[in-house]
């Protein structure tokens, strides 16, 4: 089986694949000084909750945006399952040209989920990623890669309001009844949610305008399901995008 890992800022996400079929997917707290052992610790304890051998693992691919879990990584995946990681980067094969000023700059959660909306939607068409960043990457109608946005995640909208406003507390984010609030916490929970539903509708606006014709547009990332029933101009939900992705370049670079 195939070990595919998406290491965010805020969240890992580690899915197990028997051939096309996504089997568990796992997501953990991405500890950013973290260290193979404990790494390799805690993939044996899912491992063995969900009944599944070790040994059964015989490939992992891993796109990673934290430079610093690089060699964590590298040698958890020789010492606990005895094989070299495929990392997305320069040099992997992708199937999909990177037209950019500095293709190196590309994260690989971005290329791999190029990869993914084209091969499942084709071309053109535009992924909106909700994490930590709202990543917005658009494949053309060549089917290139063209670029994208980068935008601030709601969570880190809502770190900065309230580490800045001292009178602000925080809240929990989801749609509120109305926009208009009617105290302090409403006002605030009204406009963390709805400002980001306004960035978010405004930028696929902009994009789209960018394009010629139909663009889908897909979705995912953790934080996407508070948003799933409130954004227009979302087409598609595939929270395992990233993941599907990741197999698919396995697949291109496998030993």
Not at 99 to 111: K, L, M, Q, S, T
Not at 222 to 238: P, Q, S, T, W, Y
Request: aromatic share 8%; charged share 20%; glycine share 12%.
């Amino acid at each position: 089986m195939l070990l595919a890992v998406d290491v965010g800022n805020t969240h890992s996400v580690f899915g197990l694949y028997d051939g096309e079929t996504l089997r568990i997917d796992w997501r953990i707290t991405t500890g950013l000084a973290s260290t193979a052992d404990e790494l390799g610790v805690t993939l044996k304890g899912l491992f063995r909750e969900a009944g599944i051998d070790f040994e059964s693992v015989d490939g992992i691919v891993i796109a990673s945006v934290v430079p610093d879990l690089s060699m964590p990584l590298t040698e958890m995946c020789r010492r606990y399952f005895g094989h070299e990681a495929v990392f997305i980067g320069p040099g992997v094969k992708t199937g999909v040209p990177i037209h950019c000023e500095n293709p190196h700059e590309v994260g690989a959660d971005r290329i791999v989920n190029a990869v993914a909306a084209r091969e499942r939607f084709g071309a053109p068409v535009v992924v909106v990623d909700f994490g930590t960043t709202t990543n917005f990457d658009v494949v053309g109608t060549s089917g290139a890669y063209i670029g994208g946005v980068i935008a601030p995640g709601v969570n880190l909208s809502a770190e900065a309001l309230f580490n800045k406003a001292a009178r602000l507390h925080p809240v929990d984010i989801h749609a509120p009844e109305t926009v208009i609030g009617k105290n302090t916490e409403q006002c605030v929970r009204s406009g963390l949610f709805f400002g980001y539903v306004a960035l978010v509708e405004g930028l696929l606006r902009r994009i789209r305008s960018e394009i010629e014709g139909e663009v889908p547009v897909v979705a995912t990332g953790g934080v996407a399901v508070l948003f799933r029933n409130a954004i227009e101009g979302v087409d598609h939900f595939v929270p395992t995008l990233t993941l599907d992705g990741l197999r698919r370049v396995w697949e291109q670079n496998r030993p």
